[in-house]
């Protein structure tokens, strides 16, 4: 299978990001039936989480509630739940780690040249 550029695999997240954006009021309706996000009045950004060798969970959502307050809300297994910022801040770490590893790839094979 031939891996797709990166300009279309960016459009294609794009797209899903749109359309998750579409059907914001059936996401908040699933968030409230989690404890913790039931005061959760709008979804201001979603964001894509990326999980090493994980399929599914790769949404984050910045949401407000009805006094105003931000919060983190993601999903485990298809139902939302409040989440840390520490887990974000941990994400972080991975992606630079990765990024590490992936440039020092591209340099050796970029030496070969």
């Known amino acids: 299978m031939k891996p797709k550029n990166q300009k279309s695999m960016a459009q294609e997240i794009n797209q899903q990001l749109q359309e998750k954006l579409r059907n914001k009021q059936r996401i908040i ?18 964001f894509q989480i990326l999980w090493h060798g994980w399929e599914c969970d790769e949404y984050g959502y910045l ?4 006094s105003g307050s931000l919060k983190l809300a ?19 770490q991975e992606y630079k780690e990765v990024l590490r590893q992936t440039r020092q790839i591209l340099e050796r094979l970029k030496k070969q040249e």
């Open 29 to 46: 309706s699933e968030m409230h039936k989690s404890e913790d996000l039931k005061d959760v009045v709008d979804i201001l950004e979603i």
């Open 63 to 66: 949401v407000q509630t009805k």
């Open 74 to 92: 993601m999903t485990s297994h298809g139902g939302y739940y409040l989440a840390k910022q520490q887990i974000l801040q941990e994400k972080v």
